[in-house]
């Protein structure tokens, strides 16, 4: 039979909320409301279902202190993250929240009312004494502090909540089981004994050997439960990773394994996250949870070492065994022997014996160069998924940022890559001119610092979407300001490559190439704000070429622009 809850009863306030479904939905319509955060709709979504159990709704002040300090609920129970529903002091003086006032709680994808919370308490946090005491440093290197610091909004409001609605999900919805579906399968397919695994990551050959391993020496089944909520920025999107995780289900024996997915929220927090996590798939009715190496870690912190040690996150669990109720199976990192063709525990190979393994950082080189992936690794199904997400180089896109004074050849240069793009082939070609832009984009907009960086904004955003989408963006705006710039890389970047090029040409020349005149008026003062007279361009110092129309012909400067691009992959065959 399934493990109890965490706290002996699994908390579903849908069924316990069922029978004044329509009074409570009613009433959300006329409440101020809120509308969630992603990480708070994981989170919600998990306290409305039971997943959360025993917890009924966001922590108190009094209930946030002893679960930062003491890893426990108020009344003894084991609890080892706080859950806290964080709302700008604005907001909620705008929308005049007092505690015992209701807030309807919406969803950030459709507004629809998803929960109605009845405000326990308001209260303000040490942010600083959250991340040293739950995440173990105040070091914004780790997502979950960065998060605390840079995301996270000032004011905490804890309360229990009535659910109205479960959060629509349009993907992998046969897939997406409540605590109470995934005990209703255990039950239908006869599972007494179930191994829960969770992973934020690709499964490959050694994940599945992993699992076959933890079933074999527990006499038991095997539930996959990937998270599908946030997880660790950079991450595989979920769409890429379930796809893999399908793939992956038929090399199991028939009737060993079921795939079910997690819309959590993880916070990287290692040892204290493994401790949650456990809580969570004993929610689920898993018998027994397997702990890896460095589990829920978020790797290097800001010195260069690691946040938390390889196995301290399956020592910490083993501590709060008896009360956790679910028994944990610990693994060491299991490798990978040539010479027999299997996999085994790091630290059961003998000296001497020859071992093969890719790390991450080498399975996304191969990825991206294209480079092959043994079969010793992983699937042929699975690299094919993984290949499809992460296209090497020469099939990803790319933007060429050029920026520079007005009439500093910028513009000729761009056009003259555009055709050398187009000669090249491969891939289709955008050009995002500075005035295009100004004229068909933003029109309304003038020449202060802030409305230029809306503008540089609007072009980074399209250049962005070009580049995701496989193809080559080359924009040429002056965009003087070096914080303007640089956000345009982090956006751009995140799907592909990014170059910026400072077309270095001597303002007299600029003065000289002005057929229109603009400079002499800016000059003469008829014209307030201009770039290069009376308003500043800061030169890039991070330009990954400098070029000058006086020094070097355009033809030229188009030649080592589409160096660089071989240089990186992203033109020419390897």
Not at 76 to 88: E, F, N, R, S, V
Not at 97 to 119: H, K, M, Y
Request: hydrophobic share 40%; net charge neutral; proline share 6%.
């Amino acid at each position: 039979m399934a493990n109890t809850p965490h706290g002996g009863v699994l908390k579903d306030l849908h069924v316990r909320d069922e029978h004044i479904h329509a009074q409570l939905a009613a009433e959300a319509e006329t409440l101020p409301y809120v509308t969630l955060t992603e990480r708070q709709l994981c989170d919600l979504e998990l306290i409305l279902n039971g997943g959360f159990s025993p917890l009924e709704g966001f922590l108190t002040l009094a209930e946030y202190t002893s679960v930062v300090e003491t890893n426990r609920l108020p009344d003894g129970t084991l609890w080892t993250m706080p859950i806290y529903l964080d709302i700008d002091s604005a907001e909620l003086e705008r929308l005049g929240v007092r505690v015992g006032g209701r807030l309807t709680l919406r969803d950030p994808r459709d507004d629809q009312p998803l929960a109605i919370i009845t405000v326990s308490d308001v209260y303000q946090a040490d942010r600083a004494t959250e991340a040293e005491k739950v995440y173990g440093a105040n070091d914004q290197a780790h997502p979950a502090v960065h998060y605390l610091f840079h995301s996270t909004r000032d004011t905490y409001v804890g309360g229990k909540v009535q659910a109205v609605n479960a959060p629509q999900h349009y993907d992998y919805v046969a897939i997406r089981r409540s605590p109470a579906e995934v005990r209703a399968l255990f039950r239908k397919l006869n599972w007494t004994r179930v191994v829960a695994f969770q992973t934020r990551n690709p499964m490959h050959r050694a994940h599945r050997e992993l699992t076959v391993r933890a079933a074999r020496m527990r006499h038991a089944n095997v539930l996959i439960q990937p998270v599908v909520g946030l997880t660790k920025p950079g991450d595989i999107d979920h769409f890429t990773r379930v796809r893999v995780y399908q793939a992956i289900m038929p090399k199991y024996p028939n009737g060993m394994a079921q795939l079910s997915l997690l819309p959590l929220a993880m916070r990287m927090g290692g040892p204290r996250e493994a401790v949650w996590h456990a809580i969570i798939r004993k929610n689920f009715g898993a018998t027994h949870f397997i702990v890896g190496r460095d589990h829920a870690g978020p790797g290097k912190n800001s010195q260069g070492t690691d946040f938390y040690g390889a196995y301290e996150a399956q020592e910490l669990v083993l501590r709060f065994k008896a009360e956790l109720d679910i028994e944990v199976v610990p693994f060491q990192m299991l490798t990978y022997l040539p010479d027999t063709d299997e996999y085994e525990p790091i630290n059961e190979v003998p000296a001497g014996v020859k071992t093969l393994d890719i790390s991450g950082t080498e399975l996304r080189r191969r990825l991206k160069t294209g480079a092959p992936i043994p079969e010793w690794f992983s699937y042929p199904e699975v690299v094919r998924i993984l290949r499809e997400a992460n296209p090497p180089r020469n099939k990803q896109g790319f933007t060429v940022f050029l920026t520079g004074l007005h009439a500093s050849g910028k513009e000729a240069i761009a056009r003259a890559l555009q055709v050398a793009l187009n000669q090249e082939g491969g891939r289709s070609v955008s050009l995002l001119l500075g005035e295009t832009i100004r004229h068909e984009l933003s029109s309304e907009l003038g020449y202060t610092k802030r409305e230029r960086d809306i503008n540089v904004g609007r072009i980074g955003f399209v250049a962005a979407e070009l580049t995701r989408a496989g193809a080559a963006c080359i924009a040429a705006p002056i965009a003087p300001f070096a914080d303007a710039r640089q956000n345009v890389k982090q956006l751009v970047a995140k799907s592909g490559g990014f170059y910026l090029v400072h077309v270095d040409t001597p303002l007299d020349v600029c003065i000289k190439n002005d057929r229109a005149g603009v400079y002499k008026r800016a000059i003469a003062g008829e014209i307030k704000g201009f770039t290069g007279i009376d308003d500043v361009y800061e030169a890039p110092v991070d330009a990954d070429l400098v070029a000058d129309i006086t020094k070097a012909p355009i033809s030229q400067i188009v030649h080592e622009i589409i160096l660089l691009l071989e240089r990186d992959g992203y033109i020419g065959d390897r």
